[in-house]
């Protein structure tokens, strides 16, 4: 089970998300809250949870120091933040801060639910619609590890067309109505294309397939 504490000012947006994943077996919100007072409160009395889900922006935050707050609490839990709009900066310092994912509103449910497990099993995760915002700037926060030279790694026809459209920013549901496949399909291959490149996250997957030529800048 993926426990979550949801955090955002908002009463509708945070109904609606707290709604999706109701419909999910493996995850379970176990606390809101729609400032920072009542997320560290949450956070304080907390045993479960294993994301905290929050807007950027939450009414009390500073962000940067939240994480750091959170590194050295509760390691364990990973930070997601949630935001209206892709600015490259706050991307990056969130993520070199030690967040475990930045998402922006206007990605569709299932690349929600695929962040959130993705994050869960240890993962990062950068929405598609930042990544594309990002490709300039890349080489800051990717992990030198992520563009050293892996022998014996092959792909197929499909990955790296799902490859290209990813580094085009294509979100899963675009690339799998380009595709004709379904969106888990295209979650299945993202999947396997982070495992199989040892990446981290969207960003540093199409940062290696970049480096070796697979698609083209």
């Given at each position: 089970?993926?426990?979550i504490?949801?955090?955002?000012?908002?009463?509708l947006?945070?109904?609606?998300?707290?709604?999706?994943?109701e419909?999910?077996?493996?995850?379970?919100v176990?606390?809101?809250?729609?400032?920072?007072?009542q997320?560290?409160?949450?956070?304080?009395s907390?045993t479960?949870?294993?994301i905290?889900?929050?807007?950027?922006?939450?009414?009390g935050m500073d962000?940067?120091?939240?994480?750091?707050?959170?590194?050295?609490i509760?390691p364990?839990?990973k930070?997601?933040?949630?935001?209206?709009?892709?600015?490259d900066?706050?991307?990056?310092?969130?993520?070199?801060?030690?967040a475990?994912?930045?998402l922006s509103k206007?990605?569709?449910i299932?690349?929600l639910l695929?962040?959130?497990?993705?994050i869960?099993?240890?993962?990062?995760?950068?929405?598609?619609?930042?990544?594309k915002?990002l490709?300039?700037?890349?080489?800051?926060?990717?992990e030198p590890?992520?563009?050293?030279?892996?022998s014996?790694?092959?792909?197929?026809?499909r990955e790296i067309e799902?490859?290209?459209?990813?580094?085009?920013?294509?979100?899963?549901?675009?690339?799998?109505d380009?595709?004709?496949?379904?969106k888990?399909t295209?979650?299945s291959?993202?999947?396997n294309?982070?495992?199989?490149t040892?990446?981290?996250?969207?960003?540093?997957?199409?940062?290696?397939?970049m480096h070796?030529?697979?698609?083209?800048?």
């Open positions: 089970m993926i426990n504490i949801l955090a955002e000012d908002h009463v947006v945070r109904k609606a998300i707290r709604s999706l994943f419909n999910e077996s493996d995850i379970k176990t606390g809101e809250a729609d400032d920072a007072n997320l560290d409160a949450l956070i304080a907390d479960e949870s294993d905290i889900l929050t807007e950027l922006t939450m009414p962000t940067l120091a939240f994480i750091e707050q959170m590194k050295a509760c364990q839990k930070v997601v933040f949630l935001s209206t709009h892709d600015n900066r706050e991307i990056i310092n969130t993520i070199r801060a030690g475990s994912g930045y206007t990605i569709d299932s690349e695929f962040a959130i497990r993705h869960h099993n240890n993962g990062q995760y950068i929405c598609s619609n930042s990544t915002a490709m300039k700037k890349i080489d800051q926060i990717a590890a992520s563009v050293e030279l892996k014996g790694i092959e792909f197929s026809t799902i490859l290209t459209l990813m580094g085009q920013g294509y979100t899963n549901h675009e690339i799998a380009k595709l004709f496949t379904s888990r295209v979650e291959y993202r999947q294309l982070l495992n199989k040892e990446s981290r996250n969207t960003a540093s997957l199409i940062k290696f397939a070796h030529g697979i698609i083209k800048a």
